[in-house]
Nanobody, 132 residues
């Protein structure tokens, strides 16, 4: 059974950077599509990015494209989310999720409105706060 654990969250000033890590165990990372989602207080969970299992390409929602970059460290079974030029509206709990081939299509089609309903496994999340 695949398990995911996020780390790397914290408090950062606007314009700053953070790097989140999603450690995957119980399965081979490259067999799964890995999505990053976030949830702000009082709001629904929304998609941030998704990495395809077929070619490793990443999809980003409009609000983070050009600022966030996702990568995979296959040796460490880890997905990394590098977040630059952070804004207060990036504040929230960030989750990584794993799903079978094809689940990234939900993020590609729905964009930020994707809730990750097709993903099979979720981490517990890590808090990111962007504030002065």
């Amino acid at each position: 059974q695949v398990q995911l654990v996020e780390s790397g969250g914290g408090l950062v000033q606007p314009g700053g950077s953070l790097s989140l890590s999603c450690s995957v165990s119980g399965a081979t990372l490259s067999y799964y599509e890995i999505g990053w989602f976030r949830q702000a207080p009082g709001k629904e969970r929304e998609a941030v990015s998704c990495t395809s299992s077929s070619n490793g390409s990443a999809t980003y929602v409009d609000s983070v494209r050009g600022r966030f970059t996702v990568s995979r460290d296959k040796l460490k079974h880890t997905s990394l989310l590098q977040m630059n030029s952070l804004k207060p509206e990036d504040t929230g709990v960030y989750y990584c999720a794993a799903g079978h081939s094809g689940v990234c299509a939900e993020v590609e089609v729905l964009g930020i409105n994707s809730r990750g309903d097709q993903f099979q496994a979720w981490g517990r999340g890590t808090q990111v706060t962007v504030s002065t």
